[in-house]
């Protein structure tokens, strides 16, 4: 079965431990490296640029190329195991490398300019989640307390990324830009690591009614592992958990728009035997012990990769 991952911040911590981690060692620590992916039976992998919010404001885009480089240097230079996906997804069965694709988690390292936008399109990001918790030059985060939405710059920079063919991931806005986004008709959308509000109501959460929105516009709902997104005030959160999740989103009408979205490397609390890249393969046992070969198969692939071959091929 082919999986598609929406989310790792796997760049991010290889950027914030220097030289600690080889992304091709097999004893590699970190969540996701390519013993792991191999292991998880990964196909696909979006790797996202996060800067924490500690970073100075005038430091954020060299933060930002720093991961690029690592990703660069240590992941995609270091062998012909990976293939950088800008285009359409890998459809030759035979072509045996595993995928990567460029986000950004937060557009703080364009600085409110369009030309730093499309110089990470060169780069090859093909997606970018407009804030993290906080606000930016684009939209506030769902941490800012006053819960304003999308900025002019914001908006000229979604019509930019449409004309480029590149993805708004709305995880971590506030609901008001999430509303503003939504209301901009031709922007292609999605929740890369976002759960439903209504099975566990952290703020982090989408509603229902974002979630249907999110179904109209074509878009794709990432589930994720992080177990306060998961189960609240539970201390062993389990995979059955996060069953949850999936048939509410479905009950919705969102099972040609349901993926994943991991967050490895981003988190520092697990869903028991969901630990790290290797280990999505219990997550396969357990979805295919409840549900139709023919359903898990298009959360683990066919939904996104029909999303994004639309998308992607777009220019
Ligand atoms: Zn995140």
């Not at 609390?269 to 290797?278: D, G, P, V, W």
């Amino acid at each position: 079965m082919r999986w598609f991952d929406g989310h790792c911040d796997v760049l991010y911590r290889m950027w914030k431990e220097p030289n600690k981690h080889q992304f091709y060692h097999e004893e590699c620590e970190l969540d996701v490296s390519y013993h792991k992916l191999m292991a998880g039976k990964v196909d696909i992998q979006v790797f996202a640029v996060f800067i924490p919010p500690k970073v100075a404001v005038r430091n954020r885009r060299e933060v930002a190329l720093k991961q690029i480089d690592l990703f660069y240097q240590n992941i995609l230079a270091k062998s012909n195991k990976m293939k950088l996906i800008k285009g359409s997804f890998i459809t030759d069965r035979n072509d045996k490398r595993i995928g990567a694709m460029l986000a950004l988690e937060g557009a703080d390292a364009l600085e409110g300019d369009l030309l730093n936008l499309r110089i990470f399109y060169y780069l090859g990001v093909r997606q970018i989640g407009l804030t993290w918790n906080y606000a930016n030059e684009v939209a506030d985060g769902i941490e800012e307390m006053r819960g304003a939405g999308l900025t002019e710059f914001g908006k000229r920079l979604l019509r930019e990324m449409n004309k480029l063919g590149m993805v708004a991931d709305i995880s971590h806005l506030s609901v008001q830009s999430f509303w503003d986004v939504l209301a901009m008709p031709q922007v292609e959308i999605v929740a890369s690591h976002s759960n439903s509000f209504t099975v566990c109501p952290h703020k982090r959460n989408l509603t229902d009614e974002q979630i249907k929105a999110i179904i109209s516009r074509k878009g794709l709902i990432g589930l994720t592992f992080y177990p306060p997104f998961v189960a609240m005030k539970k201390q062993h959160v389990m995979i059955s958990d996060l069953l949850r999740h999936i048939d509410h989103v479905c009950a919705l009408g969102g099972g040609d728009h349901l993926v994943f979205g991991s967050d490895f490397d981003g988190i520092d609390q697990k869903i028991n035997l969901l630990e790290n890249a290797s280990q999505l393969l219990h997550l396969k046992e357990v979805l295919c012990k409840y549900y139709e070969k023919s359903l898990v198969e298009k959360w683990a692939y066919t939904n996104a990769n029909q999303f994004y071959s639309r998308v992607l091929a777009k220019l």
